[in-house]
């Protein structure tokens, strides 16, 4: 159950229960977005666009359908007196492995089902993992777990950009096994949760679901833009830029946006607990929205630089800050993995239907330049949408406004 601490939650508390995040999106970041786009750019080089929605819908039902299962189970074991530590790290091993698999690949089949089960396995992972956070800190310090997730999440995400655009596909995909593998060293760092005690808590819980429904809806506009983006951004390189070495400059634009993820989830850090966490996410999302209006009306090689580290100027601020207000939601601490997985299918429930309404997007323009300006387009109005929604939320940092 939450703890109930009210002692200062030490930062070196908050590095130790965070730290996996590094090797969690080491992986994450660049699996879809660059190591799968540049295998398929080899193994199916005349049709990798469809190729590649296909592939994304596949690995993304699979995924959305883990989340409630895998958070059950886990609260399951959770009241035998089983230890979500061990469970994670079963679970890195089975990615691990699916990495190493996927490394080896020669037909588009095996490329398939090495992804399926290295996203499962990370999801899966995830949401066992994510529940320690209410578990250990005390509630007060929520925002600021969050926001050092939130940093530690950007670290592995560089690290994992950047070795995929440097590296030949197949290589980087041997350094995310690495990766994710020594992660879960990190594990021996973490306190064991306190005793499952069953009963629920008056600071647990809401007056109602229509928090946890809101932060869900508001999650789900953002994943969808960030779905369309991340799924076709390469291609956008390669086949309207015309650029060669479109793994390169996708880590290089990524790498950008970045630099703009880490200030914002630094400042996140430092108001997530103090001010309105309504506010902070609806703010971040609006330069999210300028910047992807502005890779539709100017996508030329020489800004689309600027607009990317905007993007992760409210990138850190939405991911961090807006999971945080997502603990604030949930209805009851006993189930909190059960809830959470349910709150992360729902709201990535886009990841589903975005490859395949891209690729029609990007094929209805006028042309594949006009394909991806719409492509854009949309996933600026979908921040847009994801950023006003959130306004809505009526409990504000865990307590309801007067």
Known sequence: MESTSTERFRNRDHLAINALWVGVHFQDAALMTILVPALLLVLAPANHLNVLAVLSTIAAIAT??????AGALSDRSRRKGGDRRVQTAVILAIDTVALLVMAQ????????????????????????????????????????????????????????????????ARQALLADAAGVALSAATLFFV?????????????????????????????????????????????????????????????????????GAVASSVAAGVYADRIDRRLLVCLSGLPMTLAALGFALFPDPRVIFIFAAMFGLGYGGVFSVGWALALDAVPELGDVARDLGIWSTLSNAPVVIAPALGAVIIAHGATPSDGYRWLFATA???????SLTVLAVRNANGKKPA
């Open 64 to 69: 959305a359908i883990v989340p409630p299962f």
């Open 105 to 168: 690949v020669s037909t588009v089949f095996e490329l398939t089902g090495a992804v399926v089960v290295a996203t499962v396995a990370l999801m899966s992972g995830s949401t066992v993992y994510q529940v320690l956070l209410p578990e250990i800190v005390p509630r007060p310090f929520w925002g600021t777990a969050a926001s050092f997730r939130g940093g530690l999440t950007l670290v592995g995400t560089i690290v994992g950009l950047a070795l995929a655009a440097l590296l030949p």
């Open 191 to 259: 306190p064991a949760s306190p005793p499952f005690v069953a009963t629920v808590r008056s600071g647990a819980q809401v007056r109602d679901r229509w928090d946890f429904f809101v932060t869900l809806i508001g999650r789900a506009w953002v994943v969808l833009g960030m779905t369309l983006l991340n799924t076709y951004v390469l291609f956008f390189f390669h086949d309207v830029l015309g650029i060669y070495n479109a793994s390169l400059n996708t880590g290089l634009v990524a790498g950008a946006a970045l630099v």
């Open 380 to 386: 600026s109005a979908s921040f847009l949408l994801g």
